[in-house]
């Protein structure tokens, strides 16, 4: 099944069926294109190439990183998020139980055939800047066993917006963060579920880092058209 939201600025597929998923994966193996992850919070930059698409073994093999500590710190996790960049966007999928193994006499990886991709096109609806002078935070998931605290950078009228939030945290394509509370000082707060759509990691000026994740608004209510129409006439 493929999921695509409109919009002449951008263009979002996620995809669930092995099939398609199959061919993302076969374009990016005949490009040769790189695959990495980021991991132990920004830390380690895993590098690496598709060598090995099997949807009917459900399983994906990848060349080992020229990185050891980062293929070690990989083979730790039971899941990782992997991005790689085409000329019409980029490209996002989870897989799990990452596994050391041999494939045509090299030391490489093999995970679980991936259960979800998202590719990314050009920006589907213009976006309101949130101001630096706005405090603007938001509890993600309040209640809930990932519930922590980021910045709301900015938000469209269509309820599309960037979450940004410690690197150490892993928030994977179709994550829905429940009863999300968005505070700009006011006596009621904007109270939303985000679904998370891709994620990536985002190096600021003074040098740190922070994971961003591009989300949309679940149920898109009035609120929110008054919320974003406010932020626009500060």
Sequence with gaps: MTIQTPGAHRIEVIRHSSGEIADVLRYLQAGNEPITAHLLG???LFKSRLRLIDPE???I?????ADEAANAALLARPRCSFFASIQAGHVEFAA???QKTEHDGATSIQLKFPDVLVTRQRRELERAAIWPQIPLVCLADAGGILSFTGGLVDISIGGLGFLVYDPAITLEPGTVLKGCRIDQNT???LILDLEVRYSELVSF???TRAERSGCRVVERTESLKEFVAGLTKK
């Design 61 to 65: 093999v990848l060349e080992a990183s």
């Design 57 to 59: 073994g459900s399983r």
């Design 42 to 44: 920004g830390e380690l």
């Design 96 to 98: 799990a139980n990452p």
């Design 187 to 189: 006596e009621v707060p």
């Design 205 to 207: 000026p003074d040098g």
